[in-house]
């Protein structure tokens, strides 16, 4: 697994001077196998590297004086003639929701108009990226066939970044298809090379955000299920992206990348536990993106906070700071995202994020999150008889459903030494009355035995993980 605080170097360009050949992104993941070699692969550590450059430009700046942070309602930035244009290409495609009113008849699931939506976008997308991006970054260079360009490698990430118009649903899959478009065209040259951090934050305050303000209103809009969600005992229905940058602005300023501190918060943050605050929620949505993730939350379900949102809630107890949060965010997303066969499975590959082996990688430890994973099928016809079929796989069951013993949902090795889940008296929320939160009930879930103590997440609790 790649460190996950310091980013060693940026993510790397392409030297267009020479030929490249583009390829057509396609799945690769098809199988658990196919999970453990992506985890040591030179397009994962393309994404975690281009991760980790987004989140330390987060990170408030000292200066010599003070220090400066970065809130989303400044209306002072200045961002680069690229950004510009690419919140212009999200504002074209929320005016296309307009195009595609929600159906208004009954329905269980998504509302079917997200199809005609999906539909006009793909039609104009082509165009409005041509717009939106410098040609001699479209253009630069052809598949050996003739057949891909950057364009088309381009294209694919940001189509699969607004959900799947067959399954009605977002989740986080489709983020990371936005983060890998975006790391796409910092490859390619097509961002402004300024001083380190500051276009990357232009590209998080500017474009990031716009595009989950974006996949918000699609969610409202036409009911968009989550896609491969733990429900309740997740971290959030449909994104992550938000909690890693939102964690990094209210953490304590460094002056450069590598003095990303593990423990502490920014003079006069929001204390983590005021996500349980709703009067404090809807002030802080406005400047920070964590918090701005919580209130649309706070849009879309009813009931206690604990109770719809108990691993948010299990993390807001965290007495160490934003940036101990920040760190286990980024440990959560590599187990909760990049390792699970669910998420990862429809990423495609191409000549961008490509299909190798990393030579400076370490083979990928074996964990709950890359062993529950469906099995590599034999060639067909190889099952005959029921003495031969494959088991079922443990990857198709809740990991808590299995007995006592199995680690909860979320919990990542990182996370915790324990093989088993935490009694339920360890939550922080029970000991939280001193602090003048309410007290209650862990909302129970089946196991074997009777009740399973709720998902935690471990890292939250102990000074050093």
């Known amino acids: 697994m790649a460190e996950l605080r310091t980013p060693n170097k940026a993510l790397g360009k392409l030297d267009l001077t020479k030929p490249h050949q583009f390829q057509l992104p396609k799945k690769q993941i098809n199988d658990g196998e196919d999970v453990s070699f992506f985890l040591t692969s030179t397009a994962y550590a393309d994404i975690m590297t281009w991760l980790l450059q987004l989140n330390a430009s987060m990170f408030p700046k000292k200066t010599s004086s003070s220090y400066q942070d970065w809130s989303l309602d400044n209306s002072t930035y200045t961002f680069s003639d690229t950004v510009q244009k690419l919140r212009s290409l ?25 199809r005609k939506w999906y539909e006009i976008v793909e039609s104009r997308l082509p165009n409005l990226l041509s717009e939106a991006l410098p040609a001699e970054v479209l253009n630069a260079g052809k598949s050996a066939d003739g057949t891909a360009t950057a364009k088309e490698e381009l294209q694919a990430y940001l189509y699969g970044s607004f959900g799947s118009a067959q399954r009605l649903d977002y989740g986080t899959g489709h983020e990371l298809s936005f983060l890998a478009f975006l790391a796409g065209i910092w490859k390619l040259g097509g961002f402004a090379n300024t001083e380190p951090g500051l276009e990357e934050r232009g590209i998080v305050i500017g474009v990031v955000e716009p595009y989950l303000a974006l996949i918000r209103r699609l969610i409202l809009t036409y009911t968009l299920e989550p896609a491969g969600s733990h429900g309740v005992w997740g971290l959030d229905d449909h994104s992550f992206a938000p909690y890693i940058f939102g964690s990094a602005q209210l953490s304590p300023p460094i002056s450069s990348a590598a003095d990303i501190p593990g423990e502490g918060s920014l003079p006069d943050a929001p204390d983590p536990g005021d996500v349980a605050k709703v009067n404090i929620v809807q002030r802080e949505r406005k400047s920070n993106m964590y918090f701005s993730a919580i209130g649309f939350i706070y849009d879309v379900k009813k009931g206690p906070f604990w109770e719809h949102s108990p691993i948010l809630f299990d993390i807001s107890g965290v007495k160490a700071g934003w940036a101990k949060i920040n760190k286990g965010m980024l440990k959560m997303y590599n187990a909760e995202v990049l390792s699970k066969f669910p998420v990862v499975q429809h990423f495609p590959f191409g000549s961008l994020f490509r299909w190798e082996k990393d030579p400076t990688a370490a083979e990928a430890q074996k964990s709950i999150h890359t062993t529950s994973q469906p099995a590599r099928m034999p060639p067909a016809g190889q099952l005959r008889d029921a003495s031969q079929r494959l088991p079922m796989q443990e990857g198709t069951k809740a990991p808590w459903a299995t007995g006592a013993s199995a680690q909860p949902m979320t919990a990542a090795p990182w996370a ?50």
């Open 90 to 114: 999200l504002e074209k495609l929320g005016t296309i929701i307009e195009e595609a009113p929600p159906d208004p008849g009954p329905r269980r699931f998504g509302n079917i108009s997200f």
């Open 416 to 465: 915790s030494n324990a093989t088993a889940a935490p009694p339920m008296t360890a939550a922080p929320w029970a000991t939280r009355g001193a602090s003048g939160a309410t007290t209650m009930p862990a909302p129970a879930r089946p196991g074997a035995g009777g009740v399973m103590p709720p998902t935690q997440a471990p890292w939250a609790r102990k000074p050093g993980a």
